[in-house]
Every structure is written in C-alpha cells, then in structure tokens.
C-alpha cells in the first residue's frame, strides 16, 4: 500500500448527480498523478441508491465471475464490484463490499483454496462459506442494529449508559452462556432488565451482557460443527467480542488482516487482467 485517504462520505452524504464531483474531490489527485491507472469501487456505491446499480453476482462465485460483471462507469478507468446474492430456504440475501473483504482475506490463509468459515461482525452481520476459492453462500444476522436500537430506543435503554465503555468481559460472557440455554433470546433479553432492577447489575455491565445475548444468539443460530474454525474480519472491538465467544464454544479464531479490503480490490483487479503481478495499483 502506497496511500490511504478516509473521509466521512457516505451514501447519504452525497447528493443525487453529486458521485462523480464526491471522487473528484476525494481522489481526483490520486487520478491525476498515475493517468490510466484503473480505480475500483466497492460497497453501497454499487447499490440502487448509489452511483450506478451494479447488479449481484450469484453465488457461488469467485473472482472470476466478480471480474466478469464489473459495472464500468468509464470504461477502463472506473468500476463497480457487484456486491454478492444467494438464497437460503428461499429467501434471497444480499451483500455489498464484504465480498472484496472476503477475497482478500483469503489471499493470506495457507490454505486459500480448502472450505473456510468467515464472519463479518458489524450492523448487518455476515457469516460466509468459502470452498475452493468461490463463495458457495452467507446468512446476514442484523446483531449489530438490534443493539443499537435496544439500548437507545427500547425499555432495556434506561438501564444502560449513554455511551458504551470498555468492554465488562465477565458480563459478555455470561450474556453468550444464556444465549445458549433454553428459552429464546426474546425472553433473555429481558434479563438485562430484571438484574438491573434488583441491583445484580451495573449499567456498564448490563451493556456488555447485552451484546453477549445478541453475538450468542448469532453464534446459537449458526449451529458450526464442534472444533469448526472461523476467520473473523472487523474492527479491533468487534472482532475481539466474536474471538471470545467462539472461543467460549469451542472454535479456534483466525482474525483478518487489516488490509483485506485492499488485498481484496488488488486480486479483483488482477483477476479482470486490469493489473499485473508487480504492477502498481490502487
């Protein structure tokens, strides 16, 4: 990696006809000073309320069928990733961006090419089945958003702090311990409640309890062969909180590199013969 840039512009933060003049702005001199290099875009950008639809690869899918259907904006120069559809008991599913994370996250496992267990903690949680270097499907869980509407919108809100803090270890883990026991996370859930009214409880751990229930809950529904391991990619706080509760069941944790979103782009890149080995990208 030669540069980074991060800046704050979302999908809702770019007015409709504003995508091209938002590149501009943010990446315009990176276009500049390397003329003809080719530029990839990845995640929501490629979604109907985006630059441009690019429509969803099928799974299975590997890089080949990413490269295949790339949504050319300027032809050449500047293109879409589709993001990646399957169907699970008839219902379809879909992600945007994950998949280039994913690609590139296989590209520093030993053994890239065998079936691997990935998830993706965030809003909208993804647990992926790779085998063979194609993604054969993933189940979205919305973990993420259910926190944070239950702690800032519902009854459970006024037992908890306003802001998380760190991480109260003790409490997570019991909170992914219930998950597992009869009764349902619609009745466990409750419990953050009760333990508060009679002072079993503390706001900062009933907050960690809380994510406890709901990243168990995600783990319980996953129902992974005992001794299954699983490569998690998120931010250092995420993937901290699925390390311990995978480790709590069993399962030996691989976590992402860093940089898989960019390895992701640099194979999908490669794969579409827009790069060589050795050559520069961005």
Not at 208 to 221: F, H, N, T, Y
Request: hydrophobic content about 45%.
């Amino acid at each position: 990696m030669l540069a980074q840039h991060a800046a704050p512009r979302g999908l809702l933060s770019v007015a409709p006809g504003g995508w091209q003049a938002a590149f501009d702005a943010e990446f315009g001199a990176w276009q500049a000073a390397h003329p003809g290099l080719p530029c990839l875009l990845a995640g929501m950008v490629g979604s109907r309320q985006g630059w441009a639809e690019a429509p969803y690869a099928a799974c299975p899918a590997g890089l080949a069928d990413i490269a295949r259907q790339l949504r050319w904006l300027q032809p050449g120069c500047l293109a879409i990733v589709p993001g990646l559809s399957c169907e699970n008991d008839g219902v379809p599913d879909v992600l945007r961006g994950e998949e280039t994370q994913v690609f590139g996250a296989l590209q520093a496992l030993p053994d890239a090419g065998g079936a691997h267990t990935l998830v993706l903690p965030g809003t909208h949680s993804k647990w992926m089945q790779v085998d063979g270097g194609r993604v054969r499907g993933f189940r979205t869980h919305v973990t993420g958003e259910t926190y944070a509407l239950l702690r800032q919108q519902s009854i459970l809100a006024r037992m908890l702090p306003a802001a998380d803090g760190d991480l109260d270890a003790d409490a997570f883990d019991a909170g992914v311990a219930r998950a597992q026991q009869p009764g349902g996370l619609l009745h466990h859930l409750f419990s953050v409640r009760t333990l508060a009214l009679f002072d079993r409880a503390t706001g900062a751990a009933l907050a960690s309890r809380l994510s406890g229930l709901l990243i168990g809950e995600e783990l319980r529904a996953q129902a992974l062969p005992p001794g299954q391991p699983v490569t998690v990619l998120g931010s250092a706080g995420l993937a901290l909180r699925y390390q311990r509760a995978l480790a709590a069941g069993g399962h030996p944790v691989r976590l992402a590199p860093d940089d898989a979103t960019w390895q992701g782009l640099l194979a999908v890149a490669r794969a579409a013969a827009l790069v060589s080995e050795g050559t520069l990208s961005a």
